[in-house]
């Protein structure tokens, strides 16, 4: 899965990020490989695919979680290093 494009989105909140969830699933083939609770209210979704596909489902997951979080943040990697696409499989910096 190497040649994958991996892309995340952030937002403040569990309902901001499911939104971007279902609607980036709704609107592209993108694969959710994880939600994660960061930290300090902080959720994140990561999805991967091919890179317009990728790039699609994370503009469309931004602009959904803006309908309900003034805090979103979102990075798309084209062709990313081992370690990235470790952490969008199975991330580490996950608090419980």
Same mark, same amino acid.
Request: glycine letters at 8%; proline letters at 3%.
């Given at each position: 899965?190497? *040649? ?6 952030? !937002?403040?909140?569990? %309902? +901001?990020?499911?939104? @971007? #969830?279902?609607?980036? #699933? /709704?609107? =592209?083939?993108?694969?959710? %490989? /994880? ?7 902080? &959720?994140?979704?990561? #999805?991967?695919?091919?890179? !317009? =596909? &990728?790039?699609?489902? &994370? ?5 959904? !979680?803006?309908? /309900? $979080?003034? $805090? ?5 990697? @084209?062709? +990313?290093?081992?370690? &990235?696409? !470790? ?8 608090? *419980?």
């Amino acid at each position: 899965m190497r *040649n994958m494009a991996v892309g995340f989105v952030e !937002a403040e909140g569990f %309902t +901001p990020v499911f939104d @971007a #969830v279902d609607a980036m #699933v /709704k609107a =592209t083939e993108v694969e959710v %490989t /994880k939600v994660v609770r960061l930290g300090g209210g902080i &959720v994140a979704v990561a #999805v991967r695919g091919d890179l !317009a =596909t &990728v790039e699609e489902a &994370v503009d469309i997951g931004e602009e959904t !979680a803006r309908a /309900k $979080s003034r $805090s979103v943040r979102s990075i798309v990697f @084209a062709s +990313p290093c081992d370690a &990235v696409s !470790a952490l969008a499989a199975d991330p580490q910096l996950v608090g *419980n």
